[in-house]
């Protein structure tokens, strides 16, 4: 990999911080560029391979178990749904509609066009897309990468009416047992800042890519992400 100047912003995202680093991924398999503590950036028309420095966190999945909390929340929906992993998706307009309204209710209509939508599914990086329907329709789908022993829980669209029951928490949960039954080692849930990322910490047990290695104190996580 090679460190590269930071790329210009096309859509109203998530990195704004001067202490971002970008690379360039050259030869490195993912699962290296991840252990590093980097995340593809999706916030240009063209990604290019390129990655950021993040507070990364991640599930050693070998020892994760269900917390009280886990079991509260899979009594809610298991079963609830049928699920398909789906290996080369095809977008169709009712998944574009739906994640458009999705994003526009959730972090407003400039966060996720069509466009960048499409340079994220067309990045070489998905790997998996697992689509969730009820008998009236899709309710949520999740955008997985992997390689080597890690998964990546990249980005994730559903059906808003299930929010306030923490469906967003339950697809997280859901995601997370799949990958430990298919022997993955690690499983990444994307970065944490702010509040609104707090829930991730419900994950045990729960690493975080502190700048220079990976820590497991939680509670200076929770610090941190109650001072973004």
């Given at each position: 990999?090679?460190?590269v100047?930071a790329?210009?912003?096309?859509?109203a995202?998530?990195?704004?911080?001067p202490?971002t680093?970008?690379?360039?991924?050259?030869?490195?398999?993912?699962?290296?560029?991840?252990?590093?503590?980097?995340?593809?950036?999706?916030g240009t028309?063209?990604?290019?391979?390129?990655?950021?420095?993040a507070?990364?966190?991640?599930?050693l999945?070998?020892?994760f178990?269900?917390?009280s909390?886990?079991?509260?929340?899979?009594?809610k929906f298991?079963?609830?749904?049928?699920?398909?992993?789906?290996?080369?998706?095809v977008p169709?307009?009712?998944f574009?509609d739906?994640?458009?309204?999705?994003?526009a209710?959730?972090?407003?209509?400039?966060?996720?066009?069509?466009?960048?939508?499409?340079?994220?599914?067309?990045?070489?990086?998905?790997?998996k897309t697992i689509?969730?329907?009820?008998?009236?329709?899709?309710?949520?789908?999740?955008?997985?990468?992997e390689?080597?022993?890690?998964?990546h829980?990249?980005f994730?669209?559903?059906?808003?009416a299930?929010?306030?029951?923490?469906?967003?928490l339950?697809?997280?949960l859901?995601c997370l047992?799949d990958?430990?039954e298919?022997?993955?080692?690690?499983?990444?849930l994307?970065?944490?800042?702010?509040?609104?990322?707090?829930?991730?910490?419900?994950?045990k047990?729960?690493?975080?890519?502190d700048?220079?290695?990976?820590?497991?104190d939680v509670a200076?996580?929770?610090e941190?992400?109650?001072?973004?």
């Amino acid at each position: 990999m090679k460190k590269v100047s930071a790329p210009e912003q096309d859509f109203a995202v998530y990195i704004a911080r001067p202490d971002t680093e970008f690379v360039e991924r050259e030869q490195e398999p993912l699962e290296q560029l991840y252990s590093l503590g980097y995340l593809p950036y999706s916030g240009t028309k063209k990604l290019n391979g390129i990655f950021y420095s993040a507070r990364s966190a991640r599930v050693l999945l070998p020892e994760f178990e269900l917390t009280s909390e886990n079991r509260r929340i899979a009594k809610k929906f298991d079963g609830q749904f049928t699920k398909e992993r789906v290996a080369h998706f095809v977008p169709d307009e009712v998944f574009y509609d739906f994640c458009a309204a999705y994003f526009a209710q959730k972090h407003g209509t400039r966060a996720m066009p069509r466009e960048r939508l499409t340079a994220i599914l067309n990045s070489g990086l998905v790997a998996k897309t697992i689509v969730y329907r009820s008998l009236s329709g899709p309710v949520a789908y999740v955008l997985e990468v992997e390689d080597g022993d890690m998964s990546h829980y990249w980005f994730s669209f559903y059906d808003l009416a299930y929010a306030k029951q923490s469906l967003g928490l339950w697809l997280m949960l859901d995601c997370l047992r799949d990958a430990k039954e298919r022997g993955r080692e690690h499983y990444y849930l994307g970065t944490v800042y702010g509040d609104k990322a707090l829930y991730k910490t419900n994950f045990k047990p729960l690493q975080w890519w502190d700048g220079k290695g990976w820590n497991r104190d939680v509670a200076l996580l929770k610090e941190l992400g109650r001072k973004d």
